[in-house]
C-alpha cells in the first residue's frame, strides 16, 4: 500500500513535469505574438532581458532541466532508489528557488505576467509540494 501511494507521488510529479515541458516547448518554437495577445503581458516578459540567461533563451534550459527531470522521474517510478529520490528533490529545489526569482521578476519588476511562464513556475513550486509531502494513510 505505501510502495502505491509513493508510486502515485511520482506520477503526480510526472504530469506536472510534462505540463511544465510542454510550455517550456511552447515558449521555444512560437514568438510573443504567435502565443499571446500584446495587452496580456506575455510580450513584455519574453523579450525582457530577464528572458535569456547568459544569451539563451530560459525556455531552453527548461526543456533540458524538465526532461532529466521526467526520465529520472521514471525511473523512480519503476525501480524507486534513494539517490534519484535526492536528485529530485535537489533539482526541484534549484528550480522552486529559480521558479521564484521568475515569479518576483514578473510581479515587481516587469509588473507583468506570462500565462506559460506561471504554468512552469507554479508547476516546478507544486512539484517540489508534492514531492515533499508525506504520503502516508
Request: hydrophobic share 50%; with cysteine.
Given at each position: 500500500?505505501?510502495?502505491?501511494?509513493?508510486?502515485?507521488?511520482?506520477?503526480?510529479?510526472?504530469?506536472?513535469?510534462i505540463i511544465?515541458?510542454?510550455?517550456?516547448?511552447?515558449?521555444?518554437?512560437k514568438s510573443?505574438?504567435?502565443?499571446?495577445?500584446?495587452?496580456?503581458?506575455?510580450?513584455?516578459?519574453?523579450?525582457?532581458?530577464?528572458?535569456?540567461?547568459?544569451?539563451?533563451?530560459?525556455?531552453?534550459?527548461?526543456?533540458?532541466?524538465?526532461?532529466?527531470?521526467?526520465?529520472?522521474?521514471?525511473?523512480?517510478?519503476?525501480n524507486p532508489?534513494?539517490?534519484?529520490?535526492?536528485?529530485?528533490?535537489?533539482?526541484?529545489?534549484?528550480?522552486?528557488?529559480?521558479?521564484?526569482?521568475?515569479?518576483?521578476?514578473?510581479?515587481?519588476?516587469?509588473?507583468?505576467?506570462?500565462?506559460?511562464?506561471?504554468?512552469?513556475?507554479?508547476?516546478?513550486?507544486?512539484?517540489?509540494?508534492?514531492?515533499?509531502?508525506?504520503?502516508?494513510?
Amino acid at each position: 500500500m505505501i510502495y502505491q501511494l509513493i508510486k502515485n507521488k511520482y506520477k503526480i510529479l510526472l504530469a506536472l513535469l510534462i505540463i511544465s515541458l510542454l510550455s517550456s516547448v511552447i515558449l521555444t518554437i512560437k514568438s510573443p505574438e504567435e502565443i499571446c495577445d500584446a495587452r496580456e503581458g506575455c510580450d513584455l516578459v519574453l523579450n525582457s532581458k530577464y528572458a535569456k540567461t547568459l544569451g539563451i533563451k530560459n525556455s531552453n534550459y527548461g526543456i533540458v532541466i524538465f526532461t532529466i527531470l521526467i526520465i529520472i522521474t521514471l525511473s523512480q517510478i519503476k525501480n524507486p532508489e534513494k539517490i534519484k529520490k535526492t536528485i529530485i528533490m535537489s533539482l526541484l529545489s534549484i528550480g522552486s528557488l529559480i521558479a521564484l526569482y521568475f515569479l518576483y521578476l514578473q510581479q515587481f519588476v516587469l509588473k507583468a505576467y506570462c500565462k506559460y511562464c506561471l504554468v512552469i513556475d507554479l508547476g516546478i513550486i507544486t512539484a517540489l509540494i508534492v514531492i515533499t509531502l508525506p504520503w502516508k494513510k
